[in-house]
């Protein structure tokens, strides 16, 4: 996953990744998918990195960054290459035994004439993907009003357990004290298959029909099991993404038309698989029913409480379908088909994207004298985007038109003007951008730019700009009901109604673990711990999605020292982010005329309220800045010494209220590097090392990375 400037989650939509300009982003999720889409090793020409907002000139959403990656033109690139790539995972890991990894490549081109040419691409990678194993209990202190921790905690949530999270418990009454009580849920590891499979492949045809005029047709497609995250844990299998481009380029116009088909397959849901194979095996009611019957049992025949809880949940549990058996494996296959996560896992996805834009340099042609006589440089350019995806009643419906595929478009045009100063050594740049979304009011996009260049090799940069980002079909119309949760979309037209009547989850488990608290220890009823505590309860004060924003300042350096031998760039910046999208959880009292004063009632037990995840905007303002320095040292006989730093901190966050994103970047990453291309007629090399510092609190990554990337061989 590529990204830069930090604030990303595993979806990552704050990046844009272009592939020859064109947007290789799954639809519904407004992301790429890895690199499903992406050219092969074989056929990357080179890389360009906007590192920070790019609104202006690329549209919206590139807030963090953007990538462009521009593949091998077949006129300049011709004849017949192969890649293959080996290598081992999964030694000394107590979850699997050693898995080859395998990346086969191939490349072929040919022009006739200067006039036609065809490019195929095509890439096939296998291997065994990371085990998500991680044990640590998300809820330890579930029941620690009744002392029972660690093991003993009949609520355990671990991480990378399914089927025993908040929407699987049930706050029982034993012996006139309050359990918090989960289903036993499964691991992770027995629920998917981590196999690894990503066929992808391309072909072009380009055509010249005269000599500064070039029209290309590109197909480009992705297949796809894996593992992949978002809120929840997905195993995809035989996800696909296609793709149909057509390009005409000349000196002064650009026209890009493209469609992007994405079909999610027989993917599904593990966090639904799990619990719903809980369920087919004995409904929650039922299962909660067993257990306390069978806990009052032992304790009236002199069992610990602790040894009542465990002899609880065994008797409840009896008859679980176990994890590698026949009956487990039928489970997955059924469950992996029903597309209701109430009671299967499935993810059936139908998503399409349709994208024109054009750019033209105006000085180019058509004021060409106007360019002579006042040094000034005029491009405007143009897009128009809408996304389809098919209403399959559990991930997506239609509020507009039952029935219909739902459509969710925004257009939007620049005007960038450059002129130069002082015999070309000052260049300034101003563009100024405008978007509209078929549900936001119209936003401006200005970019300003300043660039010095004292002499060729030389060029200092100063930069202002801002940039918003529209909410993905997922964040504006998600309609999925997960494990006793509706994610709802942040319009109006998905979730009127509910914010204004809704509590935050927070303070209900707040309330709840209250009147739990004041039972079992102070020896009250429950009717007067509801009383007692009723004041913790908080309205919801979120409302409806808007687009996110960001202000930023970026000043720079890039030239050449030494003869040419040694290449320098570094950069600073600053950032202002402001509405942040994200997840707020609520509880509404399921009767809509229900009593004021029954609402903590109404909220004291899961069965008489209603729970949902919205999208929202965070309240937070976020500062952040860094640095970053990067040295390149051409040496003697080929050989290449590089290194780089960089350096990204949280300045602060106003009003913080917990939903901004979060700045999981380290402080410092360090790279450095030797190299050769060209070792002999038949040999190359390149070798990597890279440190960097912790971040997101040692969960994700120990304190030091070191990677050795790759050695190669090839002419």
Do not use: C
Not at 170 to 180: D, F, I, P, V
Not at 332 to 340: M, P, S, T, V
Not at 466 to 487: D, I, Q, T
């Amino acid at each position: 996953m590529y990204n830069t400037r930090g604030f990303a989650n595993p979806t990552n939509v704050r990046f844009v990744q272009l592939v020859d300009g064109i947007d290789n982003q799954a639809p519904h999720i407004g992301a790429p998918i890895g690199s499903a889409l992406a050219p092969t090793d074989l056929d990357i020409y080179q890389a360009e990195i906007i590192p920070g907002t790019a609104s202006a000139l690329y549209g919206m959403n590139s807030l963090n960054g953007m990538l462009n990656l521009f593949s091998k033109n077949p006129f300049d690139y011709q004849g017949f290459s192969f890649q293959q790539k080996t290598g081992v995972n999964h030694l000394s890991d107590q979850n699997a035994s050693a898995h080859p990894f395998s990346e086969s490549s191939i490349r072929w081109a040919k022009a006739w004439n200067n006039r036609f040419a065809i490019k195929i691409n095509f890439d096939y990678l296998t291997g065994y993907d990371w085990i998500a194993d991680n044990t640590t209990d998300l809820n330890p202190n579930g029941n620690a009003s009744l002392n029972l921790l660690g093991a003993d905690n009949p609520a355990s949530d671990p991480v990378n357990s399914y089927g025993n999270e908040s929407s699987n418990r049930k706050t029982l009454t034993l012996g006139g004290k309050r359990y918090s009580v989960a289903r036993t849920g499964y691991y992770e590891k027995d629920l998917a298959d981590f196999s690894l499979r990503n066929m992808k492949g391309d072909f072009s045809f380009h055509y010249k029909p005269v000599q500064n005029l070039e029209i290309a047709y590109t197909y480009r497609f992705g297949i796809l099991d894996n593992i992949y995250q978002r809120t929840n844990r997905f195993r995809l299998n035989d996800y696909r993404i296609d793709q149909h481009s057509l390009f005409i380029k000349s000196p002064s116009i650009q026209i890009r038309a493209y469609t992007t088909s994405e079909n999610t397959g027989k993917s599904y849901n593990i966090r639904s698989m799990g619990e719903n194979i809980d369920r087919t095996f004995k409904s929650d009611d039922q299962w909660f029913k067993d257990f306390s019957a069978q806990f009052n049992s032992s304790v009236q025949a002199g069992s610990s409480v602790t040894d009542a809880l465990t002899q609880a949940r065994n008797k409840a549990d009896a008859g679980r379908p176990q994890p590698h058996t026949a009956q487990f494996d039928a489970l997955i296959d059924k469950l992996g088909d029903i597309n209701n996560w109430d009671a299967g896992a499935a993810l059936r996805v139908k998503s399409w994207m349709y994208h024109l834009e054009g750019q033209l340099d105006l000085t180019q042609d058509l004021l060409k004298t106007f360019k002579e006589k006042s040094g000034i440089q005029l491009m405007t350019g143009f897009d128009y985007r809408n996304y389809e995806v098919y209403p399959d009643g559990n991930y997506f419906i239609n509020p507009v038109e039952a029935g219909k595929n739902l459509n969710y478009y925004k257009y939007g045009a620049f005007l960038q003007v450059s002129k130069t100063f002082f015999e070309e050594k000052v260049k300034l740049q101003g563009s100024l951008r405008a978007d509209k979304n078929e549900y936001f009011d119209l936003r401006w996009n200005p970019r300003i730019a300043l660039v010095y260049t004292p002499q060729n090799d030389h060029n200092f940069r100063i930069s202002y700009q801002n940039g918003y980002r529209f909410p993905s079909l997922f964040e504006a119309f998600s309609n999925v009901n997960s494990g006793g949760v509706k994610r709802v979309g942040g319009l109006p037209i998905m979730s009127q109604g509910i914010f204004e009547n809704s509590y935050f989850k927070t303070s209900v488990d707040a309330f709840q673990t209250a009147v739990t608290a004041d039972v079992n220890t102070k020896g009250l009823t429950t009717a007067q711990a509801i009383t007692a505590n009723k004041g913790l309860l908080k309205k919801n004060d979120y409302t409806y999605l808007k687009p996110e924003q960001v202000n930023s300042f970026e000043i720079g350096y890039k030239g050449n020292w030494l003869d040419k031998r040694l290449f320098v760039d570094a950069d600073f910046y600053y950032n202002h982010y402001q509405n942040f999208m994200a997840q707020v959880e609520v509880s509404i009292p399921k009767s809509k005329t229900i009593n004021p004063d029954s609402i903590a009632i109404y909220l004291n037990d899961k069965n008489t309220q209603d729970r949902y995840r919205l999208w929202t905007n965070s309240k937070t303002t976020v500062y952040n800045y860094g640095a970053s320095l990067g040295l390149r040292f051409r040496a003697v006989d080929n050989f290449i010494l590089s290194g780089n730093a960089s350096f990204a901190k949280l300045d602060r966050k106003d009003s913080n209220d917990g939903l901004e994103e979060a700045f999981n970047t380290p402080q410092w990453i360090l790279n450095v590097g030797i190299g050769n291309r060209k070792l002999t007629d038949h040999l190359g090399f390149n070798l990597n090392l890279k440190w960097q510092d912790t971040f997101y609190g040692n969960l994700l990554l120990p304190q030091e990375t070191f990677r050795l990337i790759q050695v190669l061989t090839g002419k």
